[in-house]
């Protein structure tokens, strides 16, 4: 199983990215898909989640409104774009898969089972 994150960068504030987790040896969408995101010196936080099979989404409450997460299963691929990016949300980002998780602990990195290798992103004027 690998899982490839992809599409960090330099942005400066009020700026877009968006970033890809592609995946070989699993079918994502069999998967509840988490972005998560660890900036220096803080703990490792979920971002956003996507729910295997239905397209329920969720939102850590800070980014609500700014972020969409979403699902290519043509491509394997889950999505999170980013909007208006504020200089906190500058962190390594990493997704994740597990088979199934409580909504109560959809964005505690303890439970899942793989994760992608991270990308940058870098929010900067």
């Known amino acids: 199983v690998q899982l490839q994150a992809s599409g960090g960068g330099l942005v400066q504030p009020g700026g877009s990215l968006r970033l890809s987790c592609a995946a070989s040896?699993?079918?994502?969408?069999?998967?509840?898909v988490t972005w998560f995101r660890q900036a220096p010196g803080k703990e490792r936080e979920g971002v956003s989640g996507i729910s295997h099979g239905t397209t329920s989404t969720h939102y850590h409450s800070s980014v609500k409104g700014r972020f969409t997460i979403s699902r290519d299963t043509t491509k394997n691929t889950v999505y999170l774009q980013m909007n208006n990016l504020k200089s906190e949300d500058t962190a390594v980002y990493y997704c994740?898969?597990?088979?199934?998780?409580?909504?109560?602990?959809?964005?505690?990195?303890?439970?899942?089972?793989?994760w992608g290798q991270g990308t940058q992103v870098t929010v900067s004027s």
């Open positions: 040896g699993i079918n994502l969408d069999s998967y509840v």
């Open positions: 994740a898969v597990i088979r199934t998780v409580n909504e109560e602990i959809m964005f505690r990195p303890g439970p899942y089972d793989f």
